[in-house]
């Protein structure tokens, strides 16, 4: 069974740094292009960020270029969103996507259950 | 605003069909395949229809997906009181270079 688990959210401070995580179970990792998509409460989704089978193709929403950074470790089946510079308009749920194959445009097959990032002062 | 656009609601009665509607542009729907997603809030998305008419394994035939030109439809027949969900439609925007969103319609079965 395809499991993603999110991990990392939490409640921080505007200008602050968050790093998500996320555990992947059921497939084999680098066989699949992963992305994060967040929803702020009550409203639609937004793509953020994607990276290939093995990273070395990344890409992100303009929203965040320049302060989020995806990453991937795929010895320990893990995908990572480094957040940096944090702004109110990030606070959202944050979910980990798997892609249906190896490159970022391939579509978006399975989902995890979100974390919520909350940036307040 | 989302750069796909959904109705905010939909509704039935049980045994109803409901159709949920998607429109885009030729930038992302006129030119790649449509998905919709099924999500109870706080749970995860589920994929329900990929690549604008395929139903993955284990999706029940009652639910349908359709494409023409820059707009898409998801069809609910037979309506039961557990289809009450968040469905939303996405596909890759060519221009923007990114997986693009609608709002998401939240059907409720009355």
């Known amino acids: 069974e395809v499991q993603l688990v999110e991990s990392g959210g939490g409640v921080i401070r505007p200008g602050g740094s968050l790093r998500l995580s996320c555990a992947v179970s059921?497939?084999?990792?680098?066989?699949?292009?992963m992305n994060w998509v967040r929803q702020v409460p009550g409203k639609g989704l937004e793509w953020v960020s994607g990276?290939?089978?093995?990273?070395?193709?990344?890409a992100y929403a303009d929203s965040v270029k320049g302060r989020f950074a995806i990453s991937r470790d795929n010895a320990k089946n893990s995908l990572f969103l480094q957040m940096d510079s944090l702004r109110d308009e990030d606070t959202a749920f944050y979910f980990c996507?798997?892609?249906?194959?190896?490159?970022?445009?391939?579509?978006?097959?399975?989902w995890g259950q979100g974390t919520l990032v909350t940036v307040s002062s | 605003q989302s750069v796909l656009t959904q109705p905010p609601s939909a509704s039935g009665t049980p045994g109803q069909r409901v159709t949920i509607s998607c429109s885009g542009n030729?930038?992302?729907?006129?030119?790649?395949?449509l998905y919709w997603y099924h999500h109870l809030p706080g749970t995860a998305p589920k994929l329900l229809i990929r690549?604008?008419?395929q139903r993955p394994s284990g999706v029940p035939d009652r639910f349908s997906g359709s494409k023409s030109g820059t707009s898409a439809s998801l069809a609910i027949s037979g309506l039961r009181s557990e289809d009450e969900a968040d469905y939303f439609c996405?596909?890759?925007?060519?221009?923007?270079?990114?997986?693009?969103f609608g709002g998401g319609t939240k059907l409720t079965v009355l």
């Open positions: 996507v798997r892609g249906s194959s190896i490159g970022i445009r391939n579509f978006l097959d399975y």
């Open positions: 059921g497939f084999t990792f680098d066989d699949f292009a």
């Open positions: 990276i290939n089978w093995n990273g070395d193709d990344t």
């Open positions: 030729s930038s992302n729907i006129g030119r790649n395949f």
């Open positions: 690549r604008n008419n």
């Open positions: 996405a596909t890759w925007d060519d221009s923007l270079s990114r997986w693009v």
